[in-house]
């Protein structure tokens, strides 16, 4: 099976000096593919002077994540594609593994490795750990980060198991698969769309799994830190619109209402914490989501939602009522 590695770049040279080289020396029976999202910072010129076995996709400017994909994945024609973030180091033969295991499993429409905190390699890291899931009222959590508690990796999760949604920062997916259902969802820009891309891949009978004999390293907040407001603004408002198109019958007036009451103590915590601008991150937060609801209202008639997909009761309960800091104790 051919395999492609797409980087989706935005002003990301001095990541891309510092992870790229590895990713061009490890990455077995794979094309790379650079994806630009109209930077500023001659990211593209270094690429083109230092790798020029990596094949550039120059976009006019910023599309964001899901429809900056889109559009890269729109000139690639290998059959599996590994969507990896600028701020990622692989080791060897890491694409090897991800190959065998689409090439076993026709069923498998997106996978990731495990991934681990660069700068604390013993530990899971938050962008996806091993594994994500959903509790019932949609809030993600993953095997090895609940929140921002983050275990050590002992090799717990070491077995290759059934996900609800894997990570962006090395989302593995069989392009047909990721083509028949239109790619991300552009209009969530950046931040849960890979949560709805899997929730639909889901939904049409594709498995979504860990391969556990991959681990990469992730520095995370390479383009935008996990403590920026507009990182609260975009998670906030993404998961409100991702459950509206996706949870099936009238539950789901239930749970966005109690999701904005969560919201809003979520916003007063951060404004006790001195932190005014994730305060005011949610509140623009739910008047996007007010704006966009009659668009995703009509997105969710054509949503194939009717699955199961809570791993387990209220994450918020769990973690800050009965303590559970792990995955396994849930």
Not at 197 to 207: A, E, F, H, N, P
């Amino acid at each position: 099976m051919k395999c492609a590695v797409v980087i989706l770049n935005y002003n990301g040279l001095e990541l891309l000096k510092r992870f790229l080289p590895d990713v061009v020396r490890h990455s077995d029976r794979a094309q790379i593919y650079l994806a630009d999202n109209g930077s500023s910072d001659h990211s593209v010129l270094w690429v083109q002077n230092n790798h020029a076995q990596v094949n550039i996709i120059a976009l006019d400017h910023n599309y964001g994540y899901a429809e900056g994909h889109n559009r890269a994945l729109e000139s690639v024609t290998e059959p599996l594609v590994i969507l990896l973030n600028n701020d990622v180091q692989v080791s060897a033969q890491w694409t090897l593994p991800i190959i065998t295991a689409f090439e076993q499993n026709s069923s498998l429409a997106a996978a990731q490795p495990k991934i681990l905190n660069l700068n604390q390699p013993s530990h899971f890291e938050y962008a996806g750990a091993a594994g994500g899931f959903l509790d019932q009222l949609g809030y993600p959590f993953c095997q090895g980060r609940i929140f921002d508690t983050l275990e050590q990796d002992t090799k717990q999760y070491d077995q290759s198991t059934e996900l609800f949604w894997a990570s962006g920062a090395c989302l593995c997916l069989r392009h047909e698969n990721f083509k028949k259902i239109e790619g991300f969802d552009i209009d969530l820009f950046a931040h849960q769309e890979e949560i709805d891309l899997c929730w639909r891949l889901k939904s049409q009978g594709g498995l979504v799994m860990l391969i556990p004999e991959v681990s990469v390293l992730h520095l995370g907040g390479g383009t935008l830190s996990k403590h920026a407001p507009q990182k609260t603004y975009l998670n906030f408002r993404n998961s409100l619109l991702v459950l509206t198109k996706m949870v099936a019958g009238p539950k789901v007036i239930l749970i966005i209402f109690l999701r904005l009451i969560l919201d809003g103590l979520a916003g007063i915590k951060f404004l006790l914490n001195g932190q005014v601008g994730h305060t005011w991150a949610i509140l623009r937060a739910h008047l996007s989501y007010y704006a966009k609801l009659p668009q995703f209202l009509a997105k969710r008639r054509t949503a194939k939602s009717d699955m199961p997909y809570a791993k387990t009761n209220s994450i918020v309960v769990q973690y800050y009522l009965l303590k559970k800091r792990s995955f396994r104790d849930l």
